[in-house]
């Protein structure tokens, strides 16, 4: 509406977060705390593979979650203000940061199942909760399926640190309800998005769908000791970069999916470097 979009936000999920098994981070002597930077992970997950599991599961099927690795590789890797500069256009003053990144994806794949290509994320997490890998990597809407398996206990049976690299970091996305400007804005559709606003609705919705309330207002005693954390987390965070769906212009971002399906199939370190070049300064 006048050349703005005006949202009410309802949610806010961290994408920056991993998870792991308690007693197979411990049995191989790794502390996921205290894993500096993407390349020291990397060397990690290397040491982590023991017979049929791996050091993480890597959902490939899905452009935008290897968009979200990537994101997390180059602020873990090249800081917060890197990634910031590369998605709004400032591509050529960080093409090497940029590259290194690619490279460093690159690197992770050759870690990921030989499969990875036909799995998507649900699947994956399927495979990190049966105790496949030692390590899963997503935004915090997992933890969910984590709450509801029954044996499988927040704190002991598994637990989650931020993506290396990325301390102080909040990297989020979040949903939100638009009234379109050639809507019939009626009294009812003013009251549900005021209703949707309020903070009874946020903390009911947020505590099912496992993600925090952009209201700062509302009561989480109930709520799962990981939301709490995160909650605390994101009062605490310096920095709040979106996922690409949030940093980059719709356009830029259908480039950078169409990049990323091209680089798990080619595995072209050039080219999905130019692309997204070509992309972030769509």
């Known amino acids: 509406m006048d050349g703005a979009y005006y949202g009410v936000p309802i949610d806010i999920h961290r ?3 991993l998870f792991y098994h308690v007693d197979m981070v411990e049995e191989r002597g790794v502390d996921p705390a ?3 930077s993407p390349s020291e992970f990397l060397e990690v997950l290397r040491q982590c593979e023991d017979g049929d599991v791996i050091g993480m599961e890597q959902p490939m099927k899905n452009p935008s979650d290897v968009l979200q690795l990537f994101a997390n590789i180059v602020i873990g890797e090249f800081g917060a203000e890197t990634y910031r500069g ?11 940061e940029l ?12 870690l990921a199942r ?14 990190f909760m049966d105790r496949e890998s030692v390590f899963f990597h997503q935004g915090d809407w997992m933890a969910g399926s984590y709450e509801d398996r029954a044996g499988f206990e927040y704190g002991t049976d598994w637990d989650h640190a931020v993506f290396p690299g990325t301390e102080g970091v909040f990297m989020l996305s979040t949903d939100a309800l638009v009234a379109t400007e050639g809507a019939d804005f009626d009294e009812d559709a003013r009251a549900f998005l005021e209703f949707m606003a309020s903070p009874g609705a946020q903390k009911t919705l947020n505590r099912i769908k496992g993600s925090i309330p952009p209201r700062s207002d509302v009561d989480l005693g109930d709520y799962p000791e990981i939301l709490r954390e995160q909650f605390r987390d994101f009062r605490a965070a310096d920095h709040f970069p979106g996922g690409h769906a949030l940093q980059i212009t719709p356009d830029a971002f259908v480039e950078a999916k169409v990049a990323a399906a091209e ?15 070509d992309a972030y300064g769509h």
């Not at 998605?87 to 960080?94: A, D, I, M, V």
């Not at 590259?99 to 050759?110: F, H, I, N, P």
């Not at 199939?265 to 999905?272: G, I, P």
């Open 263 to 277: 680089f798990v199939t080619t595995r072209d370190v050039k080219r999905t470097t130019q692309a997204l070049l």
């Open 114 to 127: 030989d499969d990875a290509t036909f799995v998507d994320m649900v699947q994956a997490n399927g495979r």
């Open 15 to 17: 994408m920056n977060n």
């Open 99 to 110: 590259r290194g990144s690619v490279e460093l994806l690159d690197a992770y794949a050759d």
């Open 34 to 36: 205290h894993v500096d």
């Open 86 to 96: 590369i998605t709004q256009g400032e591509t050529r003053s960080y093409e090497s």
